[in-house]
């Protein structure tokens, strides 16, 4: 009797090792949130009765963490074992136990606070591993003679009347592939399982060191948001972005996770003194506080890949002048940690009218992991892709001539001044409007060159001048506001913006690539 159980048994205790593996692995790289076995076991915290806790503390003490992820991987090798053994007699029972395993990760996953739908995945991706193995190891499961005649055989060779199906050394030959197999599924899980684990355990180091991080207070603060600033318009964007809602855009597959005491920034190149900074050298220097917004170059006319920030930083100029830059030198390569690269003019960054920093808060925050923790750069007027390197490593003084970045090399423009430009939020595309007043507001910006006002154009009619709110400043975006006496029917509505220094934003249609798109964005609204 014994084959016929322990070897299925074998087979879904592997199968569930290699998906709880693949799982933990796939959290880890893009999904820090999604573990299975943290999430079960984050959820097992919080529904346990008190009196559980305090069980569990009472007899393992400060590592009732670890016999709480013990007693997961109990549960899970218990569940695997069964699956495998129902799974052999009646298909498809066991992969429906797999199933509600990975279900109920999933469930865990997806409920706990702040996550995504992104951290489903890891459990998706436990489940199907898993029972893809267990289908593939119970296909190679040996076939035993009989029931009982294995098993004998097994003991002592006395064979039994029935005879066996396949000769012994075959069946031998059958069991030992059948063990190499499902060993080697294990393996490979507990493999995955234990680089997901050290992978999550640098991340959670930086997650936690992030918190503990008390910003210094700026020498230089950025002026209050002016109170005309904002205008309060329900679905205006808002002067200010919110770090949680603020666009997100990089090659990085999983976010970077840098560790500042593991953080610095080499100065490098042609410069007459190269340094490197560390984290506490960075943050003992006087920090500037500046309002500047940031924007992808693919953004697309009345797209909304765009942000406003108050950062802290230092300012970069400082820096590079320590360095002392070499005549020939045009250009400064930033580097990021994950090998990015982008190229920013030099004088841009040592011009001493524009607060290019070395940033290293958001809003009052340290850097949000996604944008750039611990360390990025932030340049006033330039597309991100050519200035806003995020986990920045290094500032390479070179030439235009001499290198390229990672965008200019995909068919990019080397240099990337932003465009003037301006975009509708209110009313939303194809609203219903009732006939009357309609408020009709928006956002207008040139950083570093500033915004002198906003002309809305109703079906392609005489263009006539919006309201600016107050501006930031000239390196920030401007909201404005237009009222519109809207009469029954179709209509079409465009925005234009005119720059402090008279430019009017082109109505000539241009594509993202290779140095932003221009054009003025139509809003098709119905009134009625
Ligand atoms: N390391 C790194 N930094 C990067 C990028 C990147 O891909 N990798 N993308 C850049 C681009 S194209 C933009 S538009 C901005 C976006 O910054 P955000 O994600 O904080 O909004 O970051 C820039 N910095
Ligand atoms: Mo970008």
Known sequence: MTRPVLLPAAAGLAAVALGVGAGELAAALFAPNGSPVTSVGGAAIDL???????????????????ALLTLIGLLVAVIGGLAGVVEHRRPPLGRSIIG??????????????????????????????????????????????????????????????????????????????FLAWAGGSAAVGVLAAAGGFAIQAGSRVATAVRETIKLPTPVTSAPP??????????????????????????????????????WSLAITGLVDTPFTLGWDELLALPMTEHATTLMCVSNPVGGDLIGNAVWLGYPIRELLRRAGPQSGADMVLSRSVDGWTASTPLEVLLDDDRECLLAIGMN????????????????????????????????KLTRFADETAYWTDRGWSPRGPVKLQSRIDVPATNAELPAGEVVVAGVAWQQHVGVAGVEVQVDGGAWRPAELAEAISDDTWVQWRYVWEASPGDHILRCRAISATGEVQTGDVQGVIPDGATGWAPRLVTVS
Do not use: C
Not at 48 to 66: L, Q, S
Not at 227 to 233: D, F, T
Not at 234 to 257: H, K, M, Q, S, W
Not at 364 to 389: D, I, K, N, W
């Open 48 to 66: 346990a009765p008190p009196w559980a806790k305090e069980f569990m503390i009472a007899v393992f003490g400060t590592g009732d963490k670890a």
């Open 225 to 262: 948001v002016p109170a005309g600033a904002e205008l309060g318009i329900d679905g205006l964007a808002p002067v200010v972005t919110p770090n949680e809602v603020f666009y997100r855009i990089d090659t990085a597959l999983a976010v970077p996770r840098v560790n500042p005491a593991d």
């Open 100 to 177: 509600l395993g990975a279900l109920l990760g999933l469930l865990a996953a997806v409920t706990r606070a702040g996550s995504g739908v992104l951290d489903a995945l890891p459990s998706v991706v436990a489940g199907v591993a898993a029972t893809i193995a267990l289908t593939l190891l119970l296909r190679v499961l040996p076939v035993p003679a009989t029931a009982r005649g294995a098993g004998a055989a097994e003991r002592g060779g006395r064979a039994s009347a029935s005879a066996p199906a396949a000769p012994p050394a075959r069946r031998d030959l059958d069991r030992r592939r």
């Open 364 to 395: 009052g925050q340290p850097l949000p992991a996604e944008h750039g923790f611990p360390v990025r750069m932030v340049v006033p007027g330039l597309y991100g892709y050519v200035s806003a390197t995020k986990w920045v490593t290094e500032m």
